[in-house]
């Protein structure tokens, strides 16, 4: 199979292109600069030289492939302040990619976020009461709608909700958050810090895709979800075991100073359950869970070496 992978050099798509190309799988990586394009070579991935604003791009790689997976986002804009343009961007190659596609059965499977839980354990079926041209984290959740959509146009549509990646080499959230208590010579979390962040493995998240990619029919919400819910506080007492800091709760309303862009993150409820996906792809969860890979050292590793 032909696996075009946009993010292909980024944290989660280096694991996805390594798990494909072991499965004996060929991989189509887009590369946006002249690292990410040895990065991908290195890694035995053919590159495409392009961007997500390289619809043109997009459309040709849909066509030539019999799967395309859609990990890119345009992390560096929305965190500049210009999140709406990073969702626009998004779209565009999401609709680029359901032109390509349409009547094929291809699959697309796109890269999405887990919703709000509400005090529960959010299931597949649940958070897809969204539309289009809503503000915020909303717009984005949006796109997942319109690519579950195009299953009614003959594409094998895939939508995979992924938690907090974590492992090794990790430069996301778990890093940042660290990293902020490196800083800060505290450990925090917002009010009693009961809020859960949901969390898998890269490398099971790798398999997942893989697994997803051969199995899941048009249409399919997937959770990429191996911890359902790790209270922040849990985490919060690692980082801060590790470093040598205190850990204490932070009030909500100093939380913007204190944790940055990283506020709104961690003080959110992203519980979530997997349990249909687990059946549904035979996929269960072997690496290491959230609190023992944060316990193993490594992210304290390369924050001391930063």
Known sequence: MRVFITGASGWIGSGAAAELLDAGHQVVGLARSDASAAKLAAAGVEVRRGSLDDLDVLREEAIAADAVVHLAFGHDIAFSGRFDDAVAADRAAVEAFGEALAGTGKALAVASGVPLSNGGLTAEDEGHDVEAGQPGPAARFAIGEYAL???????????????????????????????????????????????????????????????????????????????????IRDLA??????????????????????????????????????????????????????????????????????
Do not use: C, Q
């Open 237 to 306: 007492a690692v980082v801060g075991r590790h470093l040598g800091v205190p850990v204490a709760p932070i009030a909500p309303e100093d939380a913007p100073a204190h944790f940055g862009w990283l506020a709104g993150f961690i003080g959110a409820d992203r519980a979530a359950s997997s349990a249909r996906t687990r059946e549904l792809l035979d996929w269960t969860p072997t690496g290491p869970g959230f609190v023992d890979d944060l316990d193993k050292g490594h992210y304290f590793a390369a924050a001391k070496s930063a």
């Open 149 to 231: 959509g195009l299953a009614d146009r003959g594409v094998r549509s895939i939508v995979l909700r992924f938690p907090i990646v974590h492992g090794e080499g990790d430069p996301g959230f778990t890093a940042t958050m660290v990293d902020i208590a490196r800083t800060k010579g505290l450990a925090g979390y917002i009010g009693d810090g009961a809020n859960r962040w949901p969390g898998v493995h890269r490398d099971d998240a790798a398999r997942l895709i893989r697994l997803a990619l051969d199995k899941a029919p048009a249409g399919s919400t997937l959770h990429v979800i191996a911890d359902e819910g790790v209270p």
